[in-house]
């Protein structure tokens, strides 16, 4: 394996970008588009954009033992979309983008009771110290936040953790490309299901910002995977933090959106402490 970090973290900044510009569009798309089709639309531009790779490599790249840990790991990543994207219409960009990446905080506790991989002890009063920072964000009870959301955002995180855990239960035989493959295939499948009672055909300019969207996510996923590619995950983990600076300028350049000094001081807490856990830990890595 290559040993590059500042291959690893150029790979990682673009990566950041692509994901930020990802968030623009799908904060940008009118408010009356359903969140289902928002979803789905994500999903099925993520897969039309891979199925030139896997026909190029044939069948046996995609050929798997393990379809129920694809399908339970889309399950989760489906869910953690609809949350993240929820977030995202209701809360300012870069808070939304900083409660799904905190995904580290919950990780050692899903993968403690899932699969029984006990977490340092150390683990503990760094989450404690992180939670804390998300409630200076969120501000449970007060008027200024839209705390339901945040606390939908939250979710978002837990549930990208689980899928992330899900992701460990298969890497013994199933290479990255494969996994992208199936999550994209699965999670399109799975996000078809609720067009049936709230499908609503989009206009052009949210057409065009979900396909956007999708294209910018598989690139910053794509980017991403180089990333982890050319230096250790917890080397790189920190440079994917970005993605928060980077939603932020562009929020406030679009929208005048700005974090106020608790919100600034809770994501610093956030991204220290996620980026601690994450040092003494490889996990995979998040996708979008």
């Known amino acids: 394996m290559q040993n590059d970090l500042r291959r690893g973290a150029i790979y990682a900044l673009y990566a950041a970008v692509a994901f930020s510009v990802m968030g623009i569009c799908i904060k940008a798309v009118p408010n009356d588009t359903p969140n289902e089709v928002v979803v789905f639309i994500r999903c099925f531009v993520?897969?039309?954009?891979?199925?030139?790779?896997?026909?190029?490599?044939?069948?046996?790249?995609?050929?798997?033992?393990?379809?129920?840990?694809?399908?339970?790991?889309?399950?989760?990543?489906?869910?953690?979309?609809?949350?993240?994207?929820?977030?995202?219409?209701?809360?300012?960009?870069?808070?939304?983008?900083?409660?799904?990446?905190?995904?580290p905080l919950w990780v050692p506790f899903i993968a403690w009771a899932w699969i029984q991989e006990r977490p340092p002890l150390i683990v503990l009063p760094a989450v404690l110290l992180g939670i804390a920072g998300i409630a200076?964000?969120?501000?449970?009870?007060?008027?200024?936040?839209?705390?339901?959301?945040?606390?939908?955002?939250?979710?978002?995180?837990?549930?990208?953790?689980?899928?992330?855990?899900?992701?460990?239960?298969?890497?013994?035989?199933?290479?990255?490309?494969?996994?992208?493959?199936?999550?994209?295939?699965?999670s399109s499948v799975i996000s078809a299901i609720p067009l049936s009672w709230s499908w609503q055909?989009?206009?052009?300019?949210?057409?065009?910002?979900?396909?956007?969207?999708?294209?910018?996510?598989?690139?910053?996923q794509l980017n991403l995977t180089r990333a982890y590619s050319c230096a250790p995950a917890a080397r790189i983990g920190p440079f994917t933090y970005a993605t928060v600076v980077f939603s932020a300028l562009l929020a406030w350049l679009l929208w005048g959106e700005a974090l106020d000094r608790w919100s600034i001081l809770g994501s610093?807490?956030?991204?220290?402490?996620c980026v601690l856990v994450s040092w003494r830990r490889s996990e995979p890595t998040m996708e979008e």
């Open 201 to 220: 055909t989009p206009g052009w300019q949210a057409l065009a910002l979900l396909v956007a969207a999708g294209i910018s996510a598989t690139i910053g």
């Open 46 to 103: 993520g897969l039309l954009a891979l199925l030139p790779w896997a026909l190029r490599n044939g069948a046996a790249s995609i050929r798997t033992r393990r379809l129920g840990g694809h399908l339970i790991r889309a399950g989760f990543g489906v869910l953690a979309m609809y949350a993240f994207f929820y977030a995202i219409a209701h809360l300012p960009l870069a808070v939304a983008m900083l409660l799904t990446y905190s995904t």
């Open 136 to 186: 200076l964000i969120v501000k449970p009870g007060s008027l200024e936040m839209n705390w339901t959301a945040g606390i939908i955002g939250i979710g978002s995180g837990v549930l990208a953790g689980c899928a992330m855990v899900g992701i460990r239960r298969i890497t013994d035989t199933e290479p990255a490309p494969r996994i992208v493959f199936y999550f994209a295939l699965l």
């Open 268 to 273: 610093m807490l956030v991204i220290t402490t």
